[in-house]
């Protein structure tokens, strides 16, 4: 079997999902992991599947041709698992005003850090009594055995003072 990393986009429309998930069994491929959502009218995915080594070909050729349908899919060879670091899992929530520069900020801290985002979502949302456009992400990390949870904490916490957003981190309940 090969791991295959799978990312699409297309115009949101009912069936979409149907159409790669068709290919996929179609090449007696199993669909393992996927992460998907409807943003600006479109809809965009990655999925990871593992398909046998004799239906690569006929996969890829069947799922670039959806391109014809509007959904432009792009295939990416699965690589091995790296060897595991000594690490733990945190979790991150972030709220606070909308405004350029939010994500960058706290990537570029945890970045400086060691520290790997794992998953990431975010949006905005309205605050309900002002209607105020608010931030709000959450991120499940992978910080390196050697940062303390204590020093992850206080380098986000000076951040949060500085761009003025509210912030949680703990260890995620998921490790």
């Known amino acids: 079997m090969i791991p295959l990393v799978l990312t699409f986009v297309g115009d949101d429309r009912p069936g979409l999902v149907n159409a790669i998930s068709d290919r996929i ?3 007696e491929a199993t669909w393992l992991e996927s992460r998907s959502a409807q943003l600006a009218g479109k809809f965009a995915g990655i999925l990871l599947v593992n398909v046998p080594d004799a239906k690569l070909a006929e996969l890829e050729s069947s799922l670039l041709r959806l391109e014809t349908s509007g959904l432009r899919v792009t295939i990416e060879p699965g690589a091995a698992a790296p060897a595991e670091k000594p690490s733990r899992l945190i979790r991150l929530d972030i709220l606070g005003n909308e405004r350029p520069g939010i994500v960058r900020d706290v ?3 945890l970045t400086d850090l060691g520290v790997n985002i794992e998953e990431f979502s975010s949006g905005l949302e309205g605050e309900p009594f002002t209607g105020v456009e608010m931030f709000r992400a959450s ?3 992978r910080a390196p055995d050697g940062l303390s949870l ?3 904490r206080k380098a986000l916490e000076r951040l949060a003072s500085e761009i003025m957003v509210d912030l949680a981190v703990g260890e995620d309940a998921q490790a």
């Open 139 to 141: 991120a499940r990390l």
């Open 107 to 109: 990537t570029r801290t």
């Open 25 to 27: 069994a179609a090449c």
């Open 150 to 152: 204590d020093d992850l």
